[in-house]
């Protein structure tokens, strides 16, 4: 059973803008951390962004400045604005949630245990 509900995503141009969508369960969202995390072909699965339940939020070096990350506590829903998007950011993007290490969020896989089911963005010139 998906408990992070992924949309957004797709196909976009060099220099192009995307936002990608989770929405999820009340329980889930109130997790201490969110975030998303990206896996091209052949490479780890890696942090993007993540933010925590007073919205503070932490960015891979990779992104930043071009990625805000940001929730809806009205929707349970976290997004990923994604602006001048560069061939490497091709990659399968996953939502994820989880209680962190040590009440905060620092990034690693292993602070979280829901993932949502991925959706694709490919970026071509």
């Known amino acids: 059973q998906i408990q992070l509900v992924q949309s957004g995503g797709g196909s976009v141009q060099v220099g192009g803008s995307l936002r990608l969508s989770c929405r999820t369960s009340?329980?889930?969202?109130?997790?201490?951390?969110m975030g998303w995390f990206r896996q091209a072909p052949g490479k780890e699965r890696e942090m993007v962004a993540i933010?925590?339940?007073?919205?503070?939020?932490a960015y891979a070096d990779s992104v930043k400045g071009r990625f805000t990350v940001s929730r809806d506590n009205t929707q349970n829903t976290l997004y990923l604005q994604m602006s001048s998007l560069q061939f490497e950011d091709g990659a399968m993007y996953y939502c994820?949630?989880?209680?962190?290490?040590?009440?905060?969020?620092?990034?690693?896989?292993?602070?979280?245990?829901?993932w949502g089911q991925g959706t694709q963005v490919t970026v071509s010139s």
């Open positions: 994820s949630a989880g209680a962190g290490y040590g009440r905060s969020c620092h990034g690693g896989r292993s602070e979280f245990a829901y």
């Open positions: 009340t329980y889930i969202y109130m997790a201490e951390c």
């Open positions: 933010i925590d339940k007073r919205d503070s939020a």
